[in-house]
C-alpha cells in the first residue's frame, strides 16, 4: 500500500506559479514510478508529469518548459513546481504512484488538489 497526501493547490492569476507536494508513506526508492495528473472539466485525466525510479522524468507537451517536477528523496516527497500558468490549467491535480508486485503494477491515487487559474 501507498499513501498519498497531497498539498499546494489554490487559486492564482494567469502567469503566476503554484507548487504542488505530494508525500509518500513508502519510500520513494520502493515506488516505480511518481507523477501528476489532472483533469480539466468534461476531459479525461491526463498526465502532467511524472519522474520513474531513476530519475527519469517525462512531461505533456502542453506544459514543457513551465512545470517541473522533482522529489526530496529523504522527505519521500515530490514536487511539481507550475510556472507561467494559464486558465486552461484549471484542474484538479492528483498525485501517481505506480508499483509492482510481481508482474502485477498497481496504482495509488492522492484526493486530487484543486488548481484555478484566472484570466
Known amino acids: 500500500q501507498v499513501q498519498l497526501v497531497e498539498s499546494g493547490g489554490g487559486l492564482v492569476q494567469a502567469g503566476g506559479s503554484l507548487r504542488l507536494s505530494c508525500a509518500t508513506s513508502?519510500?520513494?526508492?520502493?515506488?516505480?514510478?511518481m507523477g501528476w495528473y489532472r483533469q480539466r472539466p468534461g476531459n479525461e485525466r491526463e498526465l502532467v508529469a511524472s519522474?520513474?525510479?531513476?530519475?527519469?522524468?517525462n512531461y505533456a507537451d502542453s506544459v514543457k518548459g513551465r512545470f517541473t517536477i522533482s522529489r526530496d528523496n529523504a522527505k519521500n516527497t515530490v514536487f511539481l513546481q507550475m510556472n507561467n500558468l494559464k486558465p486552461e490549467d484549471t484542474a484538479v491535480y492528483y498525485c501517481?504512484?505506480?508499483?509492482?508486485?510481481?508482474?502485477?503494477?498497481?496504482?495509488?491515487w492522492g484526493q486530487g488538489t484543486q488548481v484555478t487559474v484566472s484570466s
Open positions: 501517481h504512484a505506480a508499483t509492482s508486485v510481481a508482474a502485477t503494477l498497481l496504482n495509488y
Open positions: 513508502r519510500s520513494i526508492f520502493s515506488i516505480n514510478t
Open positions: 519522474v520513474a525510479r531513476g530519475g527519469s522524468t
